[in-house]
């Protein structure tokens, strides 16, 4: 079924935001009620991190696999990593969350390649040359990213008294493991395509 933008927020979308709303309420009024205390910066935040994946996800129309992986991970890098303070008490935590915003990045770098090129791939789709540039150009828009919020960081904690960085180290560890993440997906999407099975979103095209 084509997606348009009066059906963006499906019934099943609905609930999946709602949960996440409620999910990043309780654990804000948790984190407030222990020795935890999270800035109101970090939870107004979270709440940033909800509008922004809505944002993204209806101007480019994202599918309901990406949508719901994208509520996930807002969910444990913002409420649970920043609110709960995860990223600090529990060890390789940041590098985890990191290197699966490699691959989520990675997945919506190769749906853009397919929005931008829809018209070219209605002739190329099925060759191997374009799949190439379309895992080629997720792997960059992914690792490009990683470094983006690396600035995105460093611009909070400078403007907001933040302290989501935590040194050279941590900054540049956390960029290699988003780009891990981002060479899994080009590695996997490589074998795919030497194997004959990797396809374009025909949804895409209409």
């Not at 996440?20 to 109101?40: E, Q, R």
Request: aromatic share 14%; hydrophobic share 55%.
């Amino acid at each position: 079924m084509k997606q348009n933008h009066k059906t963006f927020l499906t019934r099943k979308r609905w609930i999946g935001l709602i949960v996440l709303i409620l999910a990043t309420i309780f654990t804000a009024i948790y984190a407030c009620k222990t020795n935890i205390d999270p800035a109101p910066a970090t939870i107004a935040g979270s709440f940033g991190s909800i509008a922004a994946l809505l944002l993204i996800s209806y101007i480019l129309k994202v599918r309901d696999d990406l949508f719901f992986c994208g509520l996930l991970f807002v969910y444990f890098a913002s409420p649970v990593g920043s609110v709960l303070n995860l990223y600090r008490s529990v060890d390789l935590y940041d590098k985890v969350v990191h290197f699966f915003s490699g691959l989520l990045l990675a997945s919506l770098g190769a749906m853009i390649m397919s929005v931008l090129l829809k018209h070219a791939v209605q002739t190329i789709k099925k060759t191997k040359v374009y799949l190439f540039a379309e895992a080629t150009f997720a792997f960059f828009f992914s690792s490009a990213f990683a470094g983006i919020w690396e600035i995105f960081e460093f611009t909070a904690d400078r403007l907001a008294g933040g302290d989501m960085q935590r040194g050279m180290v941590d900054t540049v560890t956390d960029i290699i493991a988003g780009n891990l993440g981002a060479l899994t997906y080009f590695l996997i999407f490589t074998v795919l395509i030497l194997a004959g099975k990797a396809r374009v979103d025909d949804k895409l095209l209409n």
